[in-house]
């Protein structure tokens, strides 16, 4: 990978799609507001609260590596 600055990718658009769910409904199952799921879901999120994290991978059925990657900037 270089001296390529990597970034993490959220990929919650994709498993919304897959599970027909949408932002605001997984928001309610959540506890999280849906401003802060579209932070994550567009990568500008800077943290994740572990707490969060698990409650998502809950309500969508996967785990973190499902939802979330590293890799080089698109």
């Known amino acids: 990978m270089g001296d390529t600055e990597l970034v993490v990718r959220c990929?919650?658009?994709r498993?919304?799609?897959e599970r027909g769910l949408?932002?605001?409904?997984?928001?309610?199952?959540v506890g999280v507001t849906?401003?802060?799921l579209s932070v994550l879901k567009n990568?500008?999120?800077k943290a994740i609260r572990f707490s969060t994290l698990v409650a998502l991978c809950r309500e969508l059925d996967c785990q973190p590596g499902d939802l979330l990657?590293?890799?080089?900037?698109?």
Do not use: C, I
């Not at 605001?24 to 199952?29: D, V």
């Not at 990657?69 to 698109?74: D, I, W």
């Open 11 to 13: 990929h919650l658009d």
């Open 15 to 17: 498993l919304l799609y």
């Open 22 to 29: 949408t932002l605001s409904a997984l928001a309610e199952k």
């Open 34 to 36: 849906v401003v802060n």
């Open 43 to 45: 990568d500008r999120a």
């Open 69 to 74: 990657t590293v890799g080089e900037p698109a």
